[in-house]
Each structure stands twice: as structure tokens, then as C-alpha cells.
């Protein structure tokens, strides 16, 4: 599919122009436009791969990199990584993200404050001027599941218009994160999308939210992969 197409020669462009020889320590972020990352780094061969070793962002990124044969790290041992590339929900002008569609954004955080290079990889419909253009489910929050009743009151204060719970498909119950939390998916109006930052801060400030799906200011470059074969490098 065309949105596959994208995401593939997004991956590849990233993986070509930013994982070299002395990148050793790599970042593995979520979601289905980093298994076309592996695929890029698997082709670079067995001699570049077995020097290096590669940290994952939950079980999905962990078992992408298993399957692959390629040296699982941990970041607790490797706190320092040269480069993380990772997916996004929406990346705005400024290279700020929403991310946290696939509930991983904690630990992909981490990783990408971990790393000298964080590049986001995305097809065509990441990319807009103002975040919440095109991702309209919301702000993806991982909150403690003891304070979700508390969180989903105080963040509708802050000026959410409906935020919920995050339910899983096919899971009676909320959708549980890698790390035991919970998601609160908070959609908001896009005037409060002009300044990420500040949004940010007000939601991180609220008692027990763990980690909030906005990247702002984090990414060094972000690449967008067209369904019409090109690739848009933005940083
Ligand atoms: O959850 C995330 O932030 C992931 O990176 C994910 O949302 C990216 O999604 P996709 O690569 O499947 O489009």
C-alpha cells in the first residue's frame, strides 16, 4: 500500500543517511514503520551488526530486534545511545511529535533524550504544520492506573474536550503499557497545539501522569516517505 511504500522509504533514508560505521548503540523505537528500519539495518550485513548492539522501546521494538539476530542491549548498561529512530503519530513544523499511538511512549522517550541523534521516521500523513491537524485521538498520556479517575478529571480542566481511557480491542479493560500504567488518550483544541511545550509542561505537572506523547524539540531531523517515491528530510 501506498502508506507501506512510504514508510519504507522513509526508514531506509533515515537508516542510510544517520546509522554509520561508528554507530554503535542504536535506539529501536514502535509501531510499523520501524520494521522497515531493521530491514535497512539487517542489510548493512552481519560484519557492521555484530559490533553493534540495539535497545528496544517495549516488547514489540525487543522482539523486532530478537527476530532479527541482532544484539539486544539494555539501556540501563548502554545509558548513552548514538541513535535512536523512531515512528510519530504527527510531527509538526517545528519537529515537535505526538507520539504514543502504540502506548509506548515512556520508554521511547528515554531512549530518545538517551541519544545524540534522534530521527523520526513517518509516512506522508505525520506530516502537518500544526500538530492535531491529522492526529485528532488525542494527547496519549501514561498516567498510574491508581490516579486515572484523578488524571482524566484534571486534564478536561486543563481544557481537554473528552478525554478517556484508553480501552484495549481485544482485551476486556484498559490498555495496560509495557511498564504495568495506563493510557489516557486527551484531545484538545488546536489552539493548544500553537505551543507544545507549554502543553506539555501543564499535563506532565498533573499528579500521576507518568509521561506525556509529546516529543517537542527532541528530534534532530524527521523523514517523511511520499507514496509517489520521494522522501521529504525535514530538521
Ligand atoms: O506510539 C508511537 O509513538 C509509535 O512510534 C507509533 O505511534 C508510530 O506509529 P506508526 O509507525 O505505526 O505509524
Known amino acids: 500500500s501506498p502508506t507501506e511504500q512510504g514508510k519504507r522509504l522513509a526508514a531506509y533514508a533515515a537508516v542510510d543517511a544517520n546509522v554509520s560505521l561508528d554507530s554503535r ?19 548493512q550485513g552481519e560484519e557492521s551488526n555484530v559490533q553493534r548492539v540495539f535497545i528496544p522501546t517495549g516488547f514489540q521494538s525487543k522482539e523486532l530486534i530478537v527476530q ?3 544484539v539486544l542491549g539494555d539501556v540501563d548498561q548502554y545509558p548513552t545511545i548514538d541513535v535512536t529512530l523512531d515512528g510519530a503519530d504527527e ?32 509516512d506522508e500523513r505525520k506530516n502537518s504544520k500544526l500538530l492535531g491537524t491529522t492526529w485528532t485521538q488525542g494527547v496519549p498520556i501514561e498516567v498510574a492506573p491508581f490516579a ?24 476486556a479493560g484498559p ?12 484531545p484538545f483544541s488546536e489552539s493548544y497545539y500553537r505551543d507544545p511545550k507549554e502543553l506539555l509542561m501543564r499535563i506532565k505537572m498533573l499528579t500521576g ?18 507514496s509517489n517515491g520521494s522522501v521529504l528530510i525535514r530538521s
Open 68 to 70: 532479527n539476530g541482532l
Open 175 to 186: 490498555v495496560v503499557t509495557d511498564n504495568g500504567n495506563f493510557v489516557i488518550d486527551a
Open 25 to 43: 548503540v542504536i535506539g529501536i523505537g514502535s509501531g510499523s514503520t520501524v520494521p522497515y528500519v531493521i530491514e535497512r539495518i539487517v542489510q
Open 209 to 226: 501522569v507518568v509521561e506525556v506523547g509529546l516529543f517537542c524539540g527532541m528530534a534532530k531531523a524527521a523523514y517523511f516517505g511520499y
Open 148 to 171: 486515572y479517575a484523578k488524571v482524566l478529571k484534571n486534564v478536561a480542566k486543563l481544557g481537554s474536550t473528552n478525554p478517556a481511557l484508553r480501552m484495549g480491542i481485544k482485551k
Open 91 to 122: 510531527v509538526d513544523n517545528n519537529l515537535n511529535a505526538v507520539k504514543g499511538g502504540g502506548a509506548c511512549h515512556l520508554r521511547e522517550k528515554v531512549l530518545a533524550e538517551a541519544a545524540k541523534i534522534f530521527v523520526i521516521v513517518a
